[in-house]
Every structure is written in structure tokens, then in C-alpha cells.
């Protein structure tokens, strides 16, 4: 039996044998992914994930993974976790790194060490209502990676346009997708 080809700690060879079942069966492709939320007091509030479905089948495998969320001081919080906006930052910090990960390994190319940082300028007079001229939302964000490999630095520069390019958080922020909002009853 061949050895299995872990690259980056990706096994390649489940990664093409994912890809060529997909080509075969377009449906195995379709995810949907959940989050609930409950509020718990002031600016903080608790969400939670475990379950989605993929692949043809519901998955439940894992135990439930929460993540506090709250607001600095400054903001009428008491800093018991990372604010939403910070999340988002996070959620782009591990999805194109994984992006950019993956499809290093998937060109056989090995990664020594990915560091990135984040930065989101954001300006409070849109969310607190005090301006109609400015958005509420980041206005701009910037993303910085190093990256140490064996490679060319337009080697690095060509991941990190993939890591974009293939990047589910990227292309959600980048090229904003419909999200409807309705009260359950």
C-alpha cells in the first residue's frame, strides 16, 4: 500500500481523491453551515457551533465549540471576548490561511511558516446612528502575510492571490453575498 502524501499537514491525496468525487457527483460540494446566538447581558452574547451538513450528510461529530463575544469598555462592554468585528477579522485570518495552505500543498509546495496580521478601519458614526454618509461596517481592511518556504517571493506572491482567490470569508467580504434577516416566530 502507498504511503499517503502529507504536505503542509494537508494529505494531498485525500484532497484530489475530494476533488475527483466532487467532479463525479456535484451535489457532494453543497455545505450549509450554522451558528445560533443568544444573548447573554449588556453588549455580551454567546455563539455556538456543531453541526452542518456536507458531503450528502448531516455531520454532528464534534462537541459544541462556543465563542464569547463582547465589546471593549470604550464600547459599553466588559471585554469577555472578541468584539463581532474582530471576529471577522479572525474568520479572514484562518480562511486564507487555510486557503493558501492547502493549495501550496496541492503544488507540492511546502510551507515553512505562515504569519499574517489584520487591520480594519472602522468608523463608529455609521453604527451609532450620528451619520447617514457613513457606512457601518469596515471601510477598509488590510491583510499582511509572511510567508517562509523554499520558493521565489512571486511564488509567494502568486499563493497569496490563490488564498484570495479561493478564500470562502475572502469572496463573502470582498464580494458581498444576499443575507436576509427575518424575525422567527
Known sequence: MAQ???INGVN???LFNTIEQIKENPEIAQFKFRAA???VDGTHNRATVKDFYGALKEDDSREPLTFEIDEPP????RNLGANPVEYLLVALSGCLTT????HAAARGIEIKKVASRYEGDLDLSGFLGISEEVPVGYKNIRVY????ADI???QKAELVKMAQKYSPVFNSIAKPIPVSVQLEK
Open 74 to 77: 470604550v464600547l459599553c462592554g
Open 99 to 102: 486557503s493558501l495552505v492547502a
Open 152 to 154: 521565489t517571493e512571486d
Open 37 to 39: 446566538n443568544t444573548w
Open 145 to 148: 502575510f509572511k510567508i517562509e
Open 4 to 6: 499517503e502524501q502529507i
Open 12 to 14: 494531498v491525496d485525500q
